[in-house]
C-alpha cells in the first residue's frame, strides 16, 4: 500500500506518541544515535510511547513494506537503531522500571538506560549485570549478551533475563518465558534483535551493596607491556567479587596512559585488601581507587563515551594475554592517531562460564578477554586515517583471537563473524528466525537469516 499523507496521518492518530517526518524540529535529533559516523534518514519515526504504539508500528510497517529499525538506547556502533527511507520504532520514551524486591525481579521497558535501571533497583540494595556505559540501553545491551561489572558473579545480562514481552514479526504481543514460548526466550538470550521488538523485560535481581571498592589507577604509557603482563596475571582464578578491566587511553590532559579499572563487589574492608596490589604496582600517575556507590561505578566509562563524536570499532574474544600479543597491541597502541581513541580489555569469567554453550543464544561460556579496538574522533573529515588505524591494529591481533562479542560488531564486520558469534547455536537460531520472522522482516542487526 502506498505511503501517502492520509496513510501516515491515519498511523499519527493510532499512536499515544508522535511520528515525525524530514522536516519536523524533533527529526534530526531524534534519528541521531551514539556514533555521529550515522547518518541515517528514515521516512518516518515512531516514537512509541507503550506497546500499543509497538504493535501499530509494527502492523503499520508490514502494509507498507517499510524497512523497520528499532532504537533502544541507541549505543550500537554499527548504527543499527536507524534506517533509511523505513521506519524507525524509537523505543527511546518508553522508560519505566518496576521492582518487586521482595521478589527480587525487576520489568524494565526498552527506553531505558543502565543508570535509569541502576537508580531504581539499587534504591532496594539490588541490581543485576548490566553495562558499563551508564547511557547505555538495556535493550540492544541484554539481548545481544551483556558483559558488566556483575557478569562474574551473575552470568552475562542475557542469563538474568527472566521473560519479556515481545511484538514478534506478524504483528501481535507475546509472552517469552520459560513456560510459554520457552524457544523464543531462548533466542532472546543472546539473539538480538533478530525476532522482535521487545516491549518488557523482565530480570532477576541480586544484592548488591550500595557502596563498593574499586575506580583506576593508571600508569604511563611506557609501562603498558608490564602492566598487561600483571593484569593478564591477577584475572586468572580471580574470585568473582573482583572484576578488572584493562585499557590504554588518553587523560584529559593529554597524556598516554594504561590503566587497569577495577572493582571489589563484596565487602569494603576486604576490597581494600584485594586491590592493594593493584595500587602498589610500580609508580601510578593517577590513583582514584576507593569506595564508591555501586552506580557510580557504572558511570566511570561515561566521560570517554559521549555522544556526537565520530566512531570505528574493531573486536574480538582472546583466550589469552600472551607476550606476543601483548607486544602487537603495545606496538599499534603507540600509534593511536587520535586523542579521543581508546584499546579496552574487559575480563569474561566466573558465572559466565558455567552454562553449556547452548543455554543460551548466547554462545561464549569459557572465559576470555573482550578486546575493542576504538577509534574516536571529530572532525568528519579525518575519518580515513582513524579508520586506518582501527583496521590496522585489528589486522596484527586478528590471528589471536577466536569469535566475537556481537554487540561489538561494526557495520562492515562480515556476515561470517555474525555467524562466528553465535558458533553451534546459529543453526538453532537460524531454524528460530524462521519460526518467528520467515520474511526476515526485522533485518536491521546484527542478522540471523531464516533458514
Ligand atoms: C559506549 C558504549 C559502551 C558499551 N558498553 C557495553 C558494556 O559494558 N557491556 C556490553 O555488553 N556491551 C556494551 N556496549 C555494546 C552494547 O551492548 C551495544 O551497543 C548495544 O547494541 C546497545 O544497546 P542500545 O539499546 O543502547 O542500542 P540501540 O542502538 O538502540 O539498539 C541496537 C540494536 O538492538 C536491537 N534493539 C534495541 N532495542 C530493541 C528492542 N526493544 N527490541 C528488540 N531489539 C532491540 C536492535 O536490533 C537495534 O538495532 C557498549 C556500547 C557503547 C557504545
Redesign the pocket.
Known amino acids: 500500500m502506498p505511503l501517502d499523507s492520509a496513510a501516515i496521518g491515519a498511523f499519527r492518530a493510532s499512536l499515544r506518541g508522535d511520528v515525525l517526518q524530514p522536516g519536523d524540529a524533533a527529526y534530526d535529533t531524534t534519528r541521531k ?2 556514533n555521529e559516523m550515522v547518518d541515517r534518514r528514515p521516512a518516518l519515526i515512531a516514537r512509541c510511547r507503550g506497546a500499543a504504539d509497538v504493535l501499530q508500528s509494527v502492523r503499520f510497517a508490514k502494509t507498507h513494506g517499510l524497512l523497520v ?9 554499527a548504527g ?2 536507524v534506517c533509511d527511507g523505513g521506519l524507525m520504532i524509537d ?1 527511546a520514551a518508553m522508560k519505566s522500571v518496576h521492582v518487586d524486591p521482595s521478589a527480587r525481579i525487576a520489568r524494565a521497558e ?1 527506553g531505558v538506560t543502565w543508570a535509569d535501571f541502576n537508580h531504581e533497583t539499587q534504591a532496594f540494595g539490588l541490581a543485576t549485570t548490566g ?3 551508564s547511557r ?2 538495556i ?3 541484554t ?6 561489572w556483575l557478569a562474574g558473579k551473575y552470568g552475562y ?1 542475557c542469563d538474568n533475563l527472566r521473560a519479556a514481552d515481545i511484538v514478534t514479526a506478524n504483528g501481535e504481543l507475546v509472552r517469552a518465558s520459560s513456560g510459554l514460548n520457552s524457544d523464543l526466550l531462548w533466542a532472546l538470550r543472546g539473539g ?2 533478530n525476532f ?4 518488557s523485560f523482565e530480570f532477576d535481581l541480586h544484592v548488591q551493596p550500595q557502596m563498593v571498592y574499586g575506580g583506576m589507577v593508571a600508569w604511563p604509557f611506557e609501562a603498558a607491556r608490564d602492566v598487561l603482563k600483571f593484569y593478564g596475571d591477577i584475572c586468572r582464578d580471580a574470585p568473582p567479587d573482583l572484576a578488572v578491566n584493562a585499557g590504554i587511553i588518553y587523560t584529559p590532559d593529554g597524556h598516554h596512559v594504561v590503566a587497569l579499572i577495577a572493582a571489589w563487589l563484596g565487602d569494603i574492608a576486604e576490597g581494600e585488601a584485594r586491590l592493594a596490589p593493584i595500587r602498589r604496582f610500580a609508580a601510578p600517575v593517577a590513583d582514584m581507587i576507593g569506595p564508591l556507590p555501586y552506580t557510580a561505578l557504572n558511570m566511570l ?1 561515561d566521560g570517554g ?1 559521549p555522544f556526537g563524536v565520530h566512531r570505528y570499532w574493531k573486536s574480538g574474544y582472546f583466550a589469552m594475554l600472551g607476550d606476543d600479543l601483548i607486544d602487537r597491541i603495545v606496538e599499534h597502541a603507540a600509534t593511536t592517531t587520535s586523542p579521543l581513541s581508546a584499546i579496552l580489555l574487559f575480563r569474561v569469567d566466573g558465572a559466565c562460564t558455567q552454562k553449556e554453550p547452548s543455554a543460551t543464544a548466547f554462545s561464549l561460556r569459557e572465559p576470555v578477554w573482550d578486546f575493542d579496538v576504538i577509534a574516536q574522533w571529530t572532525n568528519p573529515a579525518e575519518a580515513d586515517r582513524h579508520v586506518a588505524w582501527a583496521r590496522r591494529f585489528w589486522s596484527a591481533v586478528e590471528p589471536f583471537s577466536r569469535g566475537v ?1 556481537v ?2 560488531l561494526d557495520s562492515d564486520d562480515p556476515s561470517t563473524r555474525v555467524r562466528a558469534a553465535y558458533g553451534e547455536n546459529y543453526a538453532r537460531l537460524a531454524a528460530l528466525k524462521a519460526k518467528w520472522d520467515p520474511t526476515n522482516f526485522f533485518r ?2 546484527n542478522n540471523i537469516v531464516p533458514g
Open positions: 544515535v551514539w529499525s528499532v532504537r533502544g538506547g541507541g549505543h550500537n556502533v543499527s537503531a523505543c526498552p553495562g558499563v556505559v547505555t540501553g535493550a540492544g545491551l539481548l545481544g549478551g551483556g558483559i558488566g545480562s538480538g534483535g522482535g521488538v521487545v516491549t566509562f563515551n562479542y554487540n561489538h536491521m542487526n
